[in-house]
């Protein structure tokens, strides 16, 4: 295997995709030019836009976008040339006629797949229709910390047989430690004939450590956020990660100063608050809960009066997946009931 600055390591910028999940998918079109040009002169090689489940994920269930996503695609366009846009795709969300296909329309270079890290066949569909088109596809393995390492290399090898170009790991719920990565990485990057890519989140605040550990362990994609605009505690920083590359003499397109500038005006535009590591984010950590939970969570603890953490720690028990969104409300209603039966007692 080749060392790491012997390997061309491609950097995907998803602040405009995960960032959504930090402000109720509420990014707007200003918004979205600004940082898509930001990111073009950072020298991001793909950028990712849209809802922060991914296209057709607009809803009442995970939380209505402030633009379709036709809007935000064409929005960020028409500001890139070298950097490549992307999107993701998880089937049940979207679709082929109502959403892969019109936002191919609008010039999306490169799709990402995504399913639940034990239900890669799922996106069969999509990744071989999508290789028959000439598209590049890549494979994304969701709350893969949930999976051993032999469960990820039998999932991978089905999105390898499908066609795609390489699969990532998505440390969904910030729970990955670096010896995780190094194993789980390691092994696909060793089982496999395409790319491996890692995800982080950060909210055992482990991100930059994990992404760098990833890079390492031979991984040749790596997924960050400006700022670690993203879900729960945030994902692994741009301008972090570019620094530590910098350090390490791994070889990417990046700029260093233009991926500074990109942290700053996306701070100073559109990030309302920096991601950081909370009580909320910490336990979701530890809980292995998938990121995106942390705001519903918040609320339904204060809608029923119950600690968000106990809620999140019952979520991990039962090993909730994003899309069952439903049994936040059901956790924290059966705490509540529990919590005044105690009272009466």
Do not use: W
């Not at 064409?74 to 890139?80: G, H, P």
């Not at 909210?203 to 960050?224: P, Q």
């Amino acid at each position: 295997m080749n060392t790491p600055a012997e390997r061309r390591l491609n950097i995907c910028d998803t602040t405009l995709r995960d960032g959504n999940h930090a402000v109720a998918h509420q990014l707007g079109h200003a918004d979205i030019a600004a940082y898509a040009k930001a990111a073009e002169l950072a020298g991001a090689d793909l950028l990712e836009v849209g809802h922060g489940n991914g296209l057709g994920a607009s809803s009442i269930q995970v939380g209505r976008a402030a633009l379709t996503d036709r809007e935000m695609l064409t929005a960020a366009r028409a500001q890139l040339k070298q950097t490549r846009l992307g999107v993701l795709s998880i089937p049940g969300f979207a679709t082929v006629e109502r959403d892969l296909k019109p936002a191919l329309d609008c010039g999306v270079d490169e799709v990402r797949v995504g399913a639940h890290c034990t239900e890669a066949d799922v996106t069969r569909q999509q990744i071989t229709m999508l290789r028959e088109m000439g598209v590049t596809v890549k494979g994304m393995l969701l709350m893969s910390h949930m999976a051993s390492t032999k469960t990820l290399i039998e999932q991978a090898r089905l999105i390898q047989e499908y066609g795609a170009h390489a699969v990532i790991l998505m440390d969904s719920a910030g729970a990955y430690t670096p010896a995780a990565v190094d194993e789980k990485v390691g092994a696909l990057v060793e089982e496999l004939d395409i790319e491996i890519g890692f995800h982080g989140h950060n909210n055992l605040g482990l991100s930059v450590m994990n992404s760098m550990a990833a890079v390492k362990a031979g991984a040749t994609i790596v997924d960050v956020t400006a700022r670690g605009f993203g879900a729960g505690a945030g994902n692994a920083p741009l301008e972090l990660v570019a620094a530590n590359l910098h350090l390490e003499q791994i070889e990417t397109r990046l700029q260093l100063f233009a991926a500074l500038d990109a942290a700053d005006l996306a701070e100073s535009t559109f990030v309302k608050r920096i991601p950081t590591n909370d009580s909320v984010t910490i336990a979701s950590g530890i809980a292995g809960v998938f990121s995106g939970f942390a705001a519903p969570t918040r609320r339904a603890a204060e809608r029923f009066q119950v600690d968000p953490r106990e809620i999140l720690m019952e979520l991990g028990r039962r090993g909730v997946v994003a899309g069952q969104e439903d049994a936040i409300i059901e956790v924290a209603m059966g705490l509540a009931q529990k919590n005044s039966l105690y009272d009466v007692i």
